[in-house]
Nanobody, 124 residues
Framework: QVQLQESGPGLVKPSQTLSLTCTVS??????????WSWIRQPPGKELEWMGL???????YYSPSLKSRTSISRDTSKNQFSLQLSNVTPEDTAVYYC????????????????WGRGAQVTVFS
């Protein structure tokens, strides 16, 4: 099973861009049939799938966040990253990176490897 670790700033100002990186160990992000997602949980709310990058570099985004979200990868570092632009206080959440071996999916219940989560707070 792969291990994942989120990193990035814990505080972001409104209208700025939130940037997080997920470092993967125990497996390669280019391994066939793996999907690598970003998922968040605002305080008091359920988990929300944001988007993913598949093993072949294909990206998929939640329709509600697509206009503000970008997911990319650095295969030389075995990392994938999230950028969320024009943030507001409603983007305050714990952000998780997660992986599954299988077809790309927006169902958070299908992910079996998770990072510990990174708290990101948006405030001015």
């Amino acid at each position: 099973q792969v291990q994942l670790q989120e990193s990035g700033p814990g505080l972001v100002k409104p209208s700025q861009t939130l940037s997080l990186t997920c470092t993967v160990s125990g497996g390669s992000i280019t391994t066939s049939a793996y999907a690598w997602s970003w998922i968040r949980q605002p305080p008091g709310k359920e988990l929300e799938w944001m988007g993913l990058i598949a093993y072949d570099g294909t990206t998929y985004y939640s329709p509600s966040l697509k206009s503000r979200t970008s997911i990319s990868r650095d295969t030389s570092k075995n990392q994938f990253s999230l950028q969320l632009s024009n943030v507001t206080p409603e983007d305050t959440a714990v952000y998780y990176c997660a992986a599954r071996e299988g077809p790309s999916s927006e169902d958070v219940g299908r992910y079996d490897s998770w990072g510990r989560g990174a708290q990101v707070t948006v405030f001015s």
